[in-house]
């Protein structure tokens, strides 16, 4: 499974307007409520028919459910796959009026203090890309989540929290909205995070942030997850960030554990404008991808000049597993995304083996070069 991006709207509209808040799972809140439209009744009858583009893949989860039984899965096992099934729908469901906005996910310290210049970077970060009309989503506590959330104000900001015995108290700016979500399992939480994003920018942090960002790293060096930039954001002139890309080269790259290409997939600086023109820049020319029957198709903001055009071919052929890099309109099998339509494409047969050299097409498109 590839984790595919929406794209945003070719115009990202105004951030939609707030989601119904969701009552606790397992209360007998949204989680607990039927098809039918009954709040709060369980067992009413289930009238809703599920869309045709739909209705398979219910059909599959409910012929899933019913052979859990004849698996005889223990009790413990199913607990698991009912809080997660419950978590997702209603992340799903909060996230889902924000689909087309632009959100940057922010990662750091929940122990960093408000007077640190980590908290202070953060804030500014946070606040440069929210004036530009992004969303900012966070792990929703203190630290430099809370910081994320008080640069952006609470109408920009997004919230994944995560039930913890200690440390996790959602932060005053983003406590009891609407677009915030609790979860319990740290599994679901990070696919929302990466599922939702369309950038990340790390600040310094423990382990869950070291954690979350190699999480991205490994999934865009796989391809299991579209292109996103990924900015690694220190306060000024420090180098925390600086030691870890060093560990990389010497380690990493020096052995041949990965290639030098995938430096590509992040940047580090010191500089609030370094890193939002970072982010700003990846969706200058690029807007989004899609696969389609074994061709990658990347929609752009404008077209290319022949030059360019020829300029990739000569210079990223090692991408192609056959064929040429094209200019075309959209493919048949991109009828469903209409708003769409007008953008120009590139499509290319990709080889999906270095995600790293993608990075860089996307990069040289952007620039104009190839």
């Known amino acids: 499974m590839r984790l595919a991006l929406e794209p945003p709207s070719p115009n990202p509209p105004p951030s939609a307007g707030p989601t119904p808040p969701l009552s606790p799972l397992g209360a007998g809140g949204d989680a607990d409520r039927t098809a039918a439209g009954s709040p709060g009744v369980r067992g009413a009858p289930h009238a809703v028919v599920p869309a045709p583009h739909i209705a398979d893949l219910i059909d599959q989860i409910k012929a899933s459910a019913d052979k859990l039984a004849s698996d005889h899965t223990s009790r413990g096992d199913l607990k698991i796959l009912s809080r997660t099934l419950r978590e997702l729908r209603s992340a799903f469901k909060v996230f889902a009026p924000y689909r087309r906005c632009r959100k ?89 995070f990466v599922k939702e994003s369309h950038a ?18 490994t999934l865009l060096q796989t391809g299991k997850r579209d292109m996103v930039p990924v900015v690694f954001l220190d306060e000024p002139g420090a180098d925390f960030w600086g030691d870890f890309h060093r560990l990389i080269q010497d380690k990493l790259v020096a052995r ?27 969706f200058r020319v690029y807007q989004s991808m899609r696969y389609v029957r074994g061709r990658l198709v990347l929609r752009l903001r404008e077209p290319l000049a022949d030059s360019c055009l020829e300029a990739i071919n000569a210079q990223f052929a090692d991408l192609l597993s056959g064929g040429r890099f094209v200019l075309s309109g959209p493919l048949d099998q991109e009828q469903d995304e209409p708003d769409l339509a007008h953008l120009p ?26």
């Open 104 to 192: 940057v996910a922010i990662f750091g310290s929940a122990r960093t203090p408000r007077d640190a210049a980590a908290y202070q970077q953060a804030v500014r970060f946070s606040r440069a890309m929210s004036e530009r009309g992004w969303l900012v989503v966070t792990g929703a506590a203190s630290g430099i989540m809370e910081a994320g959330h008080v640069g952006a104000g609470r109408d920009k900001s997004m919230g994944l929290n995560i039930i913890l015995p200690y440390e996790q108290v959602s932060n005053s700016i983003i406590a009891g909205d609407p677009k915030l979500v609790t979860m319990k399992y740290f599994f679901t939480r990070k696919l929302m």
């Open 200 to 217: 990340i920018c790390l600040l310094p942090g423990g382990f869950g942030t070291l954690d979350e960002g190699l999480e991205v790293l």
């Open 256 to 282: 041949g554990m990965i290639s030098p290409e995938d430096l590509s997939l992040y940047k580090l600086t010191d500089s609030v404008d370094e890193a939002v023109a970072e982010i700003l820049q990846f």
């Open 345 to 370: 494409r590139l499509v290319f047969r990709f080889n999906h083996q270095s995600f790293g050299r993608l990075r860089q097409l996307i990069d040289a498109i952007n620039r104009g070069e190839g």
